[in-house]
Nanobody, 121 residues
């Protein structure tokens, strides 16, 4: 069963940091691309970052230099380290695993409840 559980969200001041975790259950991240998405109020589901099965990482322009995606295969967990947070980062963050993630155009809610990140100015 392909299931991901997100954690690590919270409320921080602008300039602060959070680390999100995405743990897989029933399959291995090691053979999948893993992506973080987010949905802010009034916005569509946005692709934030992808780590490919070979370790290649990609980021959307708005988070480059501030966010870092990484993977711990032993723990079957993918992380999103979020530094220098700004209010525009406020959103519900979701992770997903598989292929074709770069072309996904559906709702973030397809991947469960996600974890809330709130950044105050």
């Amino acid at each position: 069963v392909q299931v991901q559980v997100e954690s690590g969200g919270g409320s921080v001041q602008a300039g602060g940091s959070l680390r999100l975790s995405c743990r897989a259950s029933g399959f291995s991240f090691g053979h999948s691309d893993v992506a973080w998405y987010r949905q802010a109020p009034g916005h569509e589901c946005e692709l934030v970052s992808i780590i490919s099965s070979d370790g290649r990482v990609e980021y959307t322009d708005s988070v480059k230099g501030r966010f870092t995606i990484s993977q711990d295969n032993a723990k079957n967990t993918v992380y999103l380290q979020m530094d220098s947070l700004i209010p525009e980062d406020t959103a519900v963050y979701h992770c997903a695993a598989g292929y074709g993630l770069r072309s996904y155009r559906g709702p973030c809610s397809n991947w469960g409840q996600g974890t809330q990140v709130t950044v105050s100015s």
